[in-house]
């Protein structure tokens, strides 16, 4: 069974949604990224040189980096109908796009610098101008449907749920885009998910990791 080197609140919980939703069994490895060390006190360094998340682990040693590749894999390891697309399958290519989407214009390119402690207030305030035309993209692309792909929740939609879990504490508010705000509702309503947010909230005070900014 692959591992998953989570840490709270993270990328990587974009890993463990997608993982729930589409009943994919994983066995996470809790990390605090403050200091990249591993509960068995081991170093994420070792495992990742960038010491970056999200990482998965095989039973062979191999390694998986980059949440939207470990993504992919885990829904290429689904068997969950609704959940799983195939490459022969056209809403495969937009699973693509929407999971790129998610990690080049608003995981790295937003949430990178707002919650780089170096980055000047300045910076972090130029950064977030550009979240509105990126909501309003998502907006016009949710007005007829319930998931970014399709007629069900995929490991796009799982990234992109992690963003609005993490968007209020970068200050980012999408509350006046009708559609996309009443899909993070929807999103962040589904049990499973609800369930994961909670207990990494708990984890993240437990371990004194924090992250990430408090509201």
């Given at each position: ?10 990328c990587s919980l974009a890993a463990r949604i997608a ?25 994420l360094y070792d495992i990742n040189p960038l010491g ?164």
């Open positions: 069974m692959a591992t998953l080197m989570h840490a709270p609140l993270t993982a729930a939703e589409g009943g994919v069994s994983l066995n996470t490895e809790y990390l605090n990224l403050r200091t990249k060390t591993l509960e068995n006190g081991s170093s970056q998340v999200s990482v998965l682990r095989f039973d062979n040693g191999e390694i998986l980096t980059e949440t939207s590749t470990c993504l992919l894999w885990i829904q290429s390891q689904s068997e969950n109908s609704h959940f799983h697309r195939s490459p022969n399958d056209p809403e495969y290519f937009q699973m693509l796009r929407w999971i790129a989407f998610c990690a080049t214009e608003l995981h790295k390119q937003i949430f990178r610098v707002v919650f780089y402690p170096e980055a000047t207030d300045s910076v972090k305030d130029k950064i977030r101008d550009l979240a509105p035309l990126r909501f309003e993209v998502l907006n016009n692309h949710l007005a007829d449907r319930e998931f970014l792909v399709g007629d069900s929740f995929s490991a796009a939609d799982a990234y992109l749920t992690w963003f609005f879990v993490l968007a209020e504490n970068a200050r980012l508010n999408p509350s006046e885009y009708e559609h996309l705000n009443a899909y993070r509702e929807r999103m962040l309503a589904r049990p499973l998910i609800k369930a994961l947010i909670e207990s990494d909230r708990l984890k993240d005070r437990e371990m004194n990791q924090q992250i990430i900014p408090e509201i």
